[in-house]
């Protein structure tokens, strides 16, 4: 079980707007009242509300949209979390981020409930609170229940409460499920060698124009392929296999390998300062509209998603 420390991450189940409200205006009034740093991290449409109903008082803190800043879940523990806590490390933080709303797809589900669970290693020990809004009205049942475990504390509109069923790593496990092999098999390149790197990143980039990725996006796909590929060759000692094919509305890019992840916050780091090395995996949660990654004694596939719109 993850030891939480002075971190405190409770789920906030809301019907309303009014709920939604009632809760986290004074969360993040007595926070301004006792000089405690105040960020909000929510969907577009919720921070019109919260905006609205916090007045005068929405100018003292950081207001985000979570529809860009968490498109990719893997993004937001170091860009958006870690980003805002460590800037105030001298403080108590107090952090509103809502990372699960209805339209989010089945494709960024799991992506999202192991981001959730994830937190709380993230940030165990850490003087922080971050408040998780979730929509009982639209969100699934799955998606409720998956909170349950992934949050030690629940507030509602009526109590606030320990969750009895609190089990992060649970999450985690779950939700490290097979990625299905679905690339044609003209979409394939194998790659043994360093010296293959530059094949790589080519293969990439060709087959990426062939398939309509966006010019201004396919310096970030080859970016994207030599830390995967350069990873799995550093790391899993064996060849690896790189695809990229096109799939409901995405282009994507796959590596697969035989080596194993063992750190669950690969990639959900921020870079230290004058770090060179090491951070390959949160360069490609940067880039990327969406990261899925299955991992075991097996190997691992990591799986990267450029939205195409069609």
């Not at 971190?7 to 009014?18: E, G, I, N, T």
């Not at 940067?286 to 596939?301: E, K, N, Q, S």
Request: glycine share 8%; proline share 7%.
């Amino acid at each position: 079980m993850i030891d939480n420390g002075n971190f405190v991450h409770p789920a906030l189940f809301y019907r309303s707007d009014q709920e939604y409200l009632d809760c986290l205006v004074p969360f993040v009034t007595d926070g301004l009242a006792v000089g405690e740093p105040v960020a909000v991290a929510v969907p577009g449409p919720r921070l019109d509300v919260l905006r609205e109903g916090l007045g005068a008082a929405a100018e003292r803190i950081t207001l985000l949209d979570m529809t860009r800043e968490g498109r990719n879940p893997g993004r937001i523990i170091p860009r958006v979390l870690r980003r805002f806590a460590d800037a105030h490390r001298d403080r108590h933080v107090r952090i509103i981020g809502e990372p699960i709303w209805a339209a989010r797809s089945d494709t960024e589900y799991p992506a999202c409930a192991q981001h959730e669970a994830l937190i709380n290693m993230a940030f165990a020990g850490r003087d922080v609170t971050i408040v998780c809004p979730y929509d009982m009205s639209t969100l699934s049942a799955e998606a409720l229940d998956d909170a349950v475990e992934t949050h030690p504390l629940i507030w509602d509109s009526e109590r606030r409460y320990d969750s009895d069923r609190y089990a992060p790593e649970a999450v985690i496990a779950r939700y490290n499920r097979p990625l299905a092999d679905t690339g044609p098999d003209d979409a394939v390149l194998r790659v043994g060698t360093p010296a293959d790197l530059p094949a790589a990143r080519r293969f990439g980039s060709d087959r990426a124009r062939v398939l309509g990725l966006a010019e201004e996006r396919v310096a970030d796909l080859e970016l994207i392929v030599t830390e995967l590929v350069a990873n799995s060759l550093r790391h899993a000692g064996g060849p690896s296999r790189l695809g990229v094919w096109r799939e409901n509305g995405h282009l994507v890019c796959e590596v697969r390998d035989t080596g194993e992840l063992t750190d669950p916050l690969v990639g959900r780091r921020p870079a230290e300062p004058g770090q060179t090395s090491g951070y390959g995996l949160l360069l490609v949660n940067d880039l990327a509209d969406l990261v899925r990654v299955h991992t075991g004694p097996g190997g691992t596939t990591v799986r990267v998603l450029f939205t195409t719109g069609d």
